[in-house]
């Protein structure tokens, strides 16, 4: 088992911004507010769709950001939401935050669904600050902006396809070929020691895991050689990849090979025997293998089992073999497990929000206070600052939040430059 691992920006989309209007009829010289409100901003939801297994998809799109609600018009008219932007995923996925490394969500079942980032609420139009006391407010929200962070996305992969077969055959090397995995390669005999999974992708898009397995030799079911324990990794494939070396180079029989490594898949587990089989033939490009290989269909006397003739080092037949096994995943079902699943606790959703303080003061070199944090400048950038009548109001909610009295705490006096992002303004007393 191998953790697939990759790194992905997410964004809520904005609000859209709320309107000042007045109303505007015929003989009415000044009517009433009528700016509407902005519409939300689309979420960013990952969605669990069975049909993926592998992360592969994000190695190319690493941005999503949905899109951001329409803004308010005039007439009250209200803008539309923006939609939510839908993403797959493999059953698996642990999605966590970048930054705190704080799970945000476990997606397991098919069809289950979380928010990841959450788009802004839209700005109120002017209409919703109407009061007695101001009946024709000149004062409207921007949108909200949509929650942005980075995240990881991990998932725990189980091989679909093993390759068995004796040691040198040359499993390594064709891992090598077809996927991104560095296994180590050498012509001595139990180079690999521990599996090796990498992700395959066919040249018409469908991808799945492959393990490299240590060589197997007789009395493997035994425990002779390093066997043993690694037919429990193919325990859990679904489709055996039985590579032979078809050069005689080493002396053995290619035949031989093929029935003592069945005859080890058998003793081990009868079932082992029941997973499709691909045969691979490797090593076509050296001078006997020709000839070999007509001998061993001969031997095998059976038109209906394929074999597919290869060359993992000249990177010949490969495109067909991938083909065979990305067909008979199609088709094959996942075989139930002999050993307990992992205790892992699954179907949770965890959600963790965030306990950072409002805002938060620094000093930057030139002496200016520097006002940040998410809860301010979500504030900051929900105010128009075009409208006066807006701005006292960002003042009023700064003051609320105790910002005034943290700054003459900090030792702030008058005249001094507060910023917030890339705004600045005098601290007034
Ligand atoms: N001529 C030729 N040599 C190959 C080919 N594929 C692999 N080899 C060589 O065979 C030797 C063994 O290759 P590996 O890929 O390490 O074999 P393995 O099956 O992984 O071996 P173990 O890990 O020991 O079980 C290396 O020297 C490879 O270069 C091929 O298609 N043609
Ligand atoms: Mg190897």
Request: glycine share 14%.
């Given at each position: 088992m191998f953790v697939d691992h990759v790194k992905v920006y997410v964004k809520g989309g904005d609000g859209g911004d709320g309107m000042v209007a007045f109303r505007r009829e015929k003989y009415v010289a000044y009517g009433g507010p009528a700016g509407g409100d902005g519409g939300k901003g689309g979420d960013v939801v990952f969605i669990v769709d069975e049909g993926l297994r592998t992360l592969m998809d994000f190695r190319y799109q690493r941005h999503f950001k949905a899109p951001r609600g329409e803004h308010g018009g005039s007439k009250n008219k209200h803008g539309r939401g923006g939609e939510d932007l839908v993403v797959k995923v493999p059953p698996g996925t642990v999605v966590k935050d970048a930054e705190t490394d704080l799970v945000i969500a476990d997606l397991v079942e098919q069809g289950q669904t979380a928010v990841i980032a959450k788009g802004g609420r839209g700005g109120r139009g002017n209409s919703r600050f109407a009061t007695p006391q101001n009946s024709a407010p000149e004062l409207s929200e921007k949108g909200e902006p949509g929650v942005d962070r980075e995240i990881v996305l991990e998932l725990k992969v189980l091989a679909d396809a093993g390759l068995v077969g004796f040691p040198s055959v040359g499993k390594s090397t064709l891992l090598s070929v077809v996927s991104a995995a560095k296994p180590k390669i050498a012509d001595y005999h139990f180079t690999t020691l521990v599996p090796n999974l990498g992700m395959v992708e066919t040249v018409d898009g469908r991808t799945f895991v492959l393990a490299d397995l240590p060589g197997l030799i007789e009395g493997a079911h035994?425990?002779?050689?390093?066997?043993?324990?690694?037919?429990?990794?193919?325990?859990?494939?679904?489709?055996?990849?039985?590579?032979?070396?078809?050069?005689?180079?080493?002396?053995?029989?290619?035949?031989?090979?093929?029935?003592t490594i069945n005859a080890e898949l058998e003793q081990y587990n009868l079932r082992l025997l029941e997973r499709p089989q691909i045969i691979v033939a490797n090593k076509m490009d050296m001078p006997d293998s020709e000839e070999n290989l007509n001998r061993f269909k001969e031997k095998l006397n059976d038109e209906t089992v394929r074999i597919f003739p290869i060359s993992a080092i000249a990177r010949q037949g490969l495109d067909d073999l991938l083909f065979a096994v990305a067909d008979l995943l199609e088709t094959t079902p996942e075989f139930p497990m002999n050993e307990q699943h992992d205790d892992e606790e699954h179907s949770v959703m965890y959600k963790h929000e965030s306990e950072t303080p409002d805002f938060k003061i620094t000093r930057d070199d030139d002496g200016a206070y520097v006002l940040s944090g998410y809860t301010l400048e979500r504030l900051f950038k929900m105010t128009d600052f075009n409208f006066d009548q807006s701005v006292r109001k960002f003042a009023r909610q700064m003051r609320g939040m105790g910002v005034d009295d943290a700054l003459r705490e900090r030792g702030a006096q008058d005249g001094d430059i507060v910023r917030i992002l890339d705004f600045e303004f005098e601290f007034i007393e």
């Open positions: 035994e425990g002779v050689g390093l066997g043993h324990q690694f037919l429990r990794h193919i325990e859990r494939t679904r489709v055996i990849i039985h590579v032979i070396d078809m050069s005689g180079l080493e002396g053995r029989d290619p035949y031989d090979d093929y029935t």
